[in-house]
Every structure is written in structure tokens, then in C-alpha cells.
Nanobody, 121 residues
Framework: QVQLVESGGGLVQPGGSLRLSCAAS????????MGWYRQAPGKQRELVAT???????NYADSVKFRFTISGDNAKNTVNLQMNSLKPEDTAIYYC???????????????WGRGTQVTVSS
């Protein structure tokens, strides 16, 4: 059993900052990558940022230079520092991880339940 638990969402004014955190726990042998996705009302879920276990990062164009993803392999955690937030960043943010539960199993993608981020004055 694997769980991903997000924290850090909330209400912030435009131009403000928030920091999201996600911790993976349970039967984890290896995590090859973790990331953040978001889904706004009436829209499809979209990639925000990902980070591999080797530290390679990838960002959506809409958040480049405003958001920073970081991870701690030893703690199985990933963070998303969000600066210069805009109303269009309002969405439910989901943590995701590619996890192998044993040495011989394939990597499966796991999701957290999401945390709401609202950017509004």
C-alpha cells in the first residue's frame, strides 16, 4: 500500500507565494520521479512540474521562472514553491509519483487526493 499526502494549499492574493509539500509512504522500494499536476474547474488535469530521482526537472511553460520543484529522495518527499501567483493558477494541485513497491515490480503511478490552491484578491 502506497500513500501520497499533500499539504500547504490555501488562499493567497495575486502576487503571493505558497509552498506545497507531498510525502509518499508505505511499501516503497524505489521512486523514479515525483511531480505536481493541477486541475482547474472545467479543465483537464495538466502537468505543473516533475523531478526525477536524479534531480532532473521539467516545468509547464505557464509556471517556468515562478515555480520551483524540489525533492528529498531519503524522505520520499517533493515540494513545490510557488511565487508570483496568478488567479489562473487557481486549481486543485495533485502530487504524483512513479513507484516500484519491490525490486521486481514495475513502476506504477500513484496520486494524492489533492490540495486546493486559490489565488484571489
Amino acid at each position: 500500500q502506497v500513500q501520497l499526502v499533500e499539504s500547504g494549499g490555501g488562499l493567497v492574493q495575486p502576487g503571493g507565494s505558497l509552498r506545497l509539500s507531498c510525502a509518499a509512504s508505505g511499501s516503497i522500494f524505489n521512486i523514479n520521479a515525483m511531480g505536481w499536476y493541477r486541475q482547474a474547474p472545467g479543465k483537464q488535469r495538466e502537468l505543473v512540474a516533475t523531478i526525477t530521482s536524479g534531480g532532473d526537472t521539467n516545468y509547464a511553460d505557464s509556471v517556468k521562472f515562478r515555480f520551483t520543484i524540489s525533492g528529498d529522495n531519503a524522505k520520499n518527499t517533493v515540494n513545490l514553491q510557488m511565487n508570483s501567483l496568478k488567479p489562473e493558477d487557481t486549481a486543485i494541485y495533485y502530487c504524483s509519483a512513479g513507484i516500484a513497491t519491490t525490486r521486481t515490480t514495475v513502476v506504477n503511478v500513484y496520486w494524492g487526493r489533492g490540495t486546493q490552491v486559490t489565488v484571489s484578491s
